[in-house]
């Protein structure tokens, strides 16, 4: 059970296509992890359609395109339902076998596994791989040791972080895979992962972050110079 999610307002700009390719990446993984969120994007979605029939002519294509709508629904729930009994099917045979599973929605940047990026190490336990820049927002992975921690830290701007693999903690929480943690420029927190496990996060940032401590603060130029709006 996932206790951290988008809010509503994103879900809402997601299910009408509306909102930013990069935070549509973070959405569509984070819903690959949350039954809950999946249903309230269903919702949306049908809500959505039912708006447009009550506020269009009623004509024949519209009528052929609500069909279809809910046609591909069900097509989708059966996939999903499909997918999940196939996998149940596999642990229940290799369920010795314990390695990093590529969300979907990831596998157009990392195909095969998190160790063929080209890993940029900010410091002896944590690394940086950018996957994408799109309009000045920045997609990336943080991958951190057991035990580790990224230094006390603020925000230029937006900052998404997607749990995938792991576990870390702040002052405001503990955040699991899957969980979905928006943070701004009225944060400041220091993120420390678990001592069982390593973690894998997704990032999405639309301005570099800023390290505050005296020594770490000399890591912020080589923040600056890796995000594409300063670039």
Not at 58 to 76: I, Y
Not at 158 to 183: C, H, M, N, P, Q
Request: charged fraction near 25%; glycine fraction near 4%.
């Amino acid at each position: 059970m996932l206790n951290h999610h988008p809010s509503i307002e994103m879900l809402t700009d997601y299910a009408a296509g509306s909102l930013a390719l990069a935070y549509s990446l973070s959405v569509s993984t984070h819903l690959e992890h949350c039954s809950e969120c999946q249903q309230h994007v269903r919702k949306l979605e049908v809500l959505g359609a039912n708006l447009f029939t009550q506020t269009a002519p009623e004509n024949q294509s519209l009528s052929f395109l609500k069909q279809s709508f809910f046609e591909k629904l069900t097509e989708e729930e059966q996939d999903r339902t499909s997918e999940t009994l196939a996998e149940n099917k596999q642990k229940s045979v290799k369920n010795w076998f314990d390695d990093y599973k590529i969300p979907a929605s990831l596998r157009q940047f990392v195909p095969n596994n998190y160790d063929e990026l080209s890993w940029m190490k900010l410091s002896p336990s944590v690394k940086i791989a950018t996957l994408c820049d799109e309009d000045g927002i920045q997609v990336s992975l943080t991958r951190i040791k057991a035990g580790a921690h990224i230094p006390t830290h603020t925000h230029a701007g937006e900052e998404i972080t997607l749990v995938l693999e792991g576990a870390f903690s702040d002052e405001k929480g503990v955040y699991a895979r899957g969980d979905f943690v928006s943070r701004n420029a009225s944060h400041k927190h220091k993120p420390m992962v678990t001592k069982d496990a390593e973690c894998i996060c997704l990032t999405v940032l639309d301005a570099p972050i800023e390290f505050t401590g005296w020594l770490t603060r000399f890591f912020n130029p080589i923040m600056r110079r890796y995000h594409p709006q300063t670039q």
